[in-house]
């Protein structure tokens, strides 16, 4: 059930039609300063919803009473995060949704910026910031779409960092071939910081509840391209993103697991939809071999910094 938002948020005056929505679980030591950073930010939005998956650790009660007002949803169970997303899209009426992780800070521009564009691009599907470490990198998370190739040569893999201008990743990581300011569109965003307009959402649907965790993000700008809107990157507009940070129990067994199933149901999905198609099988097939390797090596090399980095070559996607 939903809390009433704040009493200091309805007496605000809306400068952004926009709804913030932000998934959470087990995210207390990141939800306050992401909190923070959109009050300090100064640009009032129409809503903030916070949807818990059923955290142990305060994290509802902890963003139920901060000052900026927010709404909380309690989803009772983890009900994954698309699941979540979208029971706080549902909850708006806002122009926009901003979907927001928890362990991500906003500073002051990045909104303002993102609606700008928008309002000047009718045709944007998705506005989304640079994604960058709190060192400043870039987290490389404006992509082409996946192929089979990102397998071995996502942001994360061992070959990646041997040989970066490989042409697999270089096509894969597209967006690190924009180093400039300039806008420039791309064929998908992280999910952990991404601005849609209501109208596209209410044309092509909210992210597909199939996804519990992983490749929900790809998903939903795929499907948001093929109705014949652009996904855009501002590269001069940056969050800031502890990743990993809402996945606060780490590339666990279950982690790793639904990371590919994820894969499968994407590649399925939009690769090979007929269930007798040779190349769902296959896929099927080596994704599972795949994720046998990497329990594998999560558990023969058990580490707390495994938690935050996981096995090399995982390509996340959105936490």
């Known amino acids: 059930m939903g809390e009433p938002a704040g009493h200091a948020l309805r007496q605000r005056t809306s400068e952004l039609d926009v709804d913030v929505v932000i998934c959470t679980y087990r995210s207390r030591h990141h939800?306050?300063?992401?909190?923070?950073?959109?009050?300090?930010?100064?640009?009032?939005?129409?809503?903030?919803?916070?949807?818990?998956?059923?955290?142990?650790?305060?994290?509802?009660?902890?963003?139920?009473?901060h000052d900026l007002g927010v709404t909380t949803v309690r989803m009772g169970r983890n009900a994954g995060f698309a699941r979540a997303v979208n029971r706080g899209i549902a909850a708006g009426r806002g122009r926009y949704v901003f979907v927001l992780n928890p362990d991500t800070l906003v500073a002051p521009a990045v909104l303002p910026e993102l609606v700008r564009f928008a309002d000047a691009?009718?045709?944007?599907?998705?506005?989304?910031?640079?994604?960058?470490?709190?060192?400043?990198?870039?987290?490389?998370?404006?992509?082409?779409?996946?192929?089979?190739?990102?397998?071995?040569?996502?942001?994360?893999?061992?070959?990646?960092?041997?040989?970066?201008?490989?042409?697999?990743?270089?096509?894969?990581?597209?967006?690190?071939?924009?180093?400039?300011?300039?806008?420039?569109?791309?064929?998908?965003?992280?999910?952990?910081?991404?601005?849609?307009?209501?109208?596209?959402?209410?044309?092509?649907?909210?992210?597909?509840?199939?996804?519990?965790?992983?490749?929900e993000d790809a998903d939903w700008?795929?499907?948001?391209?093929?109705?014949?809107?652009?996904?855009?990157c501002l590269p001069a507009v940056t969050v800031t993103h502890h990743e990993g940070g809402s996945r606060n129990s780490g590339w666990s067994r279950a982690t790793i697991s639904s990371f590919h199933r994820g894969a499968y149901r994407y590649w399925a999905k939009h690769h090979a939809p007929r269930p007798w198609q040779p190349s769902r099988w296959l896929a099927a097939a080596l994704l599972a071999a795949r994720a046998a390797v990497l329990l594998a090596w999560a558990t023969a090399h058990r580490r707390p910094s495994d938690d935050r980095t996981g096995p090399p070559g995982l390509?996340?996607?959105?936490?």
């Open 121 to 215: 691009h009718p045709d944007a599907g998705v506005v989304a910031p640079r994604l960058r470490y709190a060192d400043g990198r870039d987290q490389l998370t404006a992509r082409a779409f996946p192929t089979p190739a990102a397998a071995l040569f996502g942001r994360r893999s061992p070959l990646t960092r041997l040989w970066p201008t490989n042409p697999w990743s270089t096509r894969f990581l597209s967006g690190r071939a924009h180093t400039g300011p300039e806008p420039f569109e791309v064929d998908w965003v992280s999910g952990a910081a991404m601005l849609v307009p209501r109208a596209v959402i209410e044309r092509v649907g909210a992210f597909d509840e199939g996804f519990f965790l992983f490749w």
């Open 31 to 65: 939800i306050g300063a992401c909190l923070d950073s959109l009050r300090d930010g100064g640009a009032t939005v129409r809503s903030i919803t916070v949807v818990d998956n059923d955290s142990d650790d305060g994290t509802a009660d902890l963003a139920a009473t």
């Open 221 to 232: 700008c795929r499907r948001i391209r093929d109705a014949g809107h652009a996904v855009w």
């Open 315 to 319: 390509e996340g996607t959105r936490p």
